[in-house]
Nanobody, 123 residues
């Protein structure tokens, strides 16, 4: 059974930092590109960041570039999202995702979704 379990969300003040983790099981983690998406209240889910299977390549949406860093540990079947300089507009539910390729994930072609973790940034 495939599982993606996010953790690390919470309430933080603007300018603060959080580190999200996503523990994967039930599939061969190292053969999937991994990504993060988010959904703000009343808005559609949007792409945040993606990392390739080999960890060599990453992509970020323009609104997090320079502030967020995605990484992965294939030995631990875990992907991370380090979020710095958080803004109130970063508030939302953050979802972990797995897909067949980095570019495919970037365009929303996801094979597996996590259940999400809530991030709230206060002003």
């Amino acid at each position: 059974q495939v599982q993606l379990v996010e953790s690390g969300g919470g309430l933080v003040q603007a300018g603060g930092s959080l580190r999200l983790s996503c523990a994967a099981s039930g599939f061969t983690f190292s053969t999937y590109a991994m990504g993060w998406f988010r959904q703000a209240p009343g808005k559609e889910r949007e792409f945040v960041a993606v990392i390739s299977r080999s960890r060599i390549s990453t992509n970020y949406s323009d609104f997090v570039k320079g502030r967020f860093t995605i990484s992965r540990d294939n030995a631990k079947n875990t992907v991370y999202l380090q979020m710095n300089s958080l803004k109130p507009e970063d508030t939302g539910v953050y979802y972990c995702a797995a897909g067949g390729g980095r570019m495919a994930l970037t365009t929303g072609r996801v094979e597996y979704w996590g259940t999400g973790t809530l991030v709230t940034v206060s002003s």
